[in-house]
């Protein structure tokens, strides 16, 4: 058992909240019960998610994808209030880690996307001391762009999709970011990838890749944003002594 603050104040430090400006606020974003015992991990605070928190008896929910972003309607009405609703009625905790999470060297998304797909020497870019949110490698092997899409099916269990390059050239040289970050395929192109990873794909990315002579893979935002905060909840249950479990909302996107 630990209790709230013990753990708030912990992955305070931890994550290094206080290095990012970030679209939403990051930690406790709905207050439960004081002792924690139990944490369900999920990605993102759906319905379905507390729902399952609920009937799991779990004292918190942590995921990446909380609530209160930026930009987003401020009443507290509709889906809103029925999710935050639930959790206040089963005295539950929301913990939300964003940006932080993606970054983190060793539990964080695009850490954990790495060491998913076997990557070995996977580094982040520095920013003004913080780490940066794409991250690349160097291959011991280059591998043809339709390896590259196999290993990501077999790995992330879902097809993705492939915006060949117009060279069609080997892949010696990747870099990655997970979620919704296709916008950097520019950075990625200037960093000297061969290809770039990320979850997301617009409308855009089809002619930049062929212009900017890259690989694109959109391997699902969901899809690349699994393994994080699984890797944090495990290690939060071996330091504190609690028990967790990861329960996967199925998503397409």
């Not at 290095?19 to 319905?47: R, W």
């Not at 939300?96 to 070995?120: C, K, M």
Request: hydrophobic share 40%; charged share 20%.
């Amino acid at each position: 058992m630990v209790q709230r603050k013990e753990l708030v104040d912990y992955l305070q430090c931890f994550l290094n909240v206080d290095d990012f400006k970030d679209y939403c606020p990051n930690g406790l974003q709905v207050e439960g019960c004081s002792e924690i015992n139990h944490i369900v991990a999920g990605v993102t605070a759906s319905q379905a998610l507390i729902d399952q928190a609920v009937e799991q008896n779990a004292d918190a929910i942590l995921v990446h994808h909380g609530y209160f972003w930026r930009g987003e309607s401020e009443p507290v009405v509709g889906i809103k209030q029925k999710r935050i609703k639930t959790l206040l009625q089963a005295d539950i905790n929301l913990l939300a880690y964003h940006l932080p999470l993606d970054a983190h060297p060793q539990l964080g998304n695009n850490a954990q996307l790495a060491r998913q797909l076997g990557i070995e020497d996977a580094v982040s870019r520095k920013h003004n001391g913080v780490n940066d949110l794409l991250w690349e490698a160097s291959l011991k092997q280059s591998m043809n762009a339709v390896e590259l899409g196999q290993l990501l099916q077999l790995r992330l269990e879902r097809s993705a999709l492939w915006l060949p390059s117009t060279s069609n050239q080997r892949i010696k040289r990747l870099v990655w970011c997970s979620g919704g970050a296709q916008s950097y395929i520019e950075m990625a192109a200037a960093m000297g990838a061969d290809a770039y990873i990320s979850g997301e794909v617009s409308e855009q990315t089809t002619h930049l890749a062929k212009e900017l002579d890259i690989h694109y893979f959109a391997a699902g935002h969901h899809a690349t944003e699994r393994y994080g905060v699984q890797a944090l909840a495990a290690h939060l249950a071996e330091k504190f002594d609690i028990s967790y479990q990861f329960i996967d909302i199925e998503n397409p996107v």
